[in-house]
């Protein structure tokens, strides 16, 4: 089985698990996160696969602006366009799914 193939977020992307999405677009997707840790928590990641920011980095450095983009377009809707933008990278900086996700963490004064 390919790394896609076995990709929580592959299958989100793709529909055949369900997200509560917030926005999308052709390359795209932003949805909210199930284990929510500020008021408006969503994780904004592209369509393709990419393991994490540094690979997404180097191969497709126009969808990472996106990404930073549709955070932004997120905040602006919801809280005044403040927000904290988070890409844990490796599992020891607590990186899950290795399916690069953008943290959008917004909607409340956050804490330090
Ligand atoms: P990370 O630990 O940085 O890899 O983040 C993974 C995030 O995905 C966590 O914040 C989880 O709460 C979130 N998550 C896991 N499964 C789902 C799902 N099915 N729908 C939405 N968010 C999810
Ligand atoms: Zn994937």
Same mark, same amino acid.
């Given at each position: 089985? $390919? ?9 989100? =992307? @793709?529909?055949?698990?369900? $997200? ?5 677009? !052709? ?10 840790? =500020? ?10 696969? #990419?393991? !994490?920011?540094?690979? /997404? ?7 990472? @602006?996106?990404?930073? =983009?549709? @955070? ?9 366009? $403040? #927000? ?7 599992? !020891? ?11 959008? /963490?917004?909607?409340?004064?956050? !804490?330090?």
């Amino acid at each position: 089985m $390919s790394a896609t193939e076995d990709c929580l977020f592959c299958k989100i =992307a @793709a529909g055949t698990i369900p $997200s509560e999405k917030v926005f999308e677009d !052709d390359t795209t997707l932003a949805f909210r996160d199930i284990n929510p840790k =500020a008021k408006v928590h969503v994780l904004v990641i592209p369509r393709h696969h #990419y393991r !994490d920011v540094a690979e /997404l980095a180097g191969q497709d450095p126009r969808e990472l @602006a996106h990404i930073v =983009a549709v @955070a932004q377009h997120i905040a602006d809707q919801t809280f005044h366009g $403040s #927000y904290r933008l988070e890409f844990n990278t490796g599992k !020891d900086a607590g990186q899950s799914v290795f399916h690069v996700h953008a943290h959008v /963490l917004t909607g409340e004064v956050l !804490d330090e």
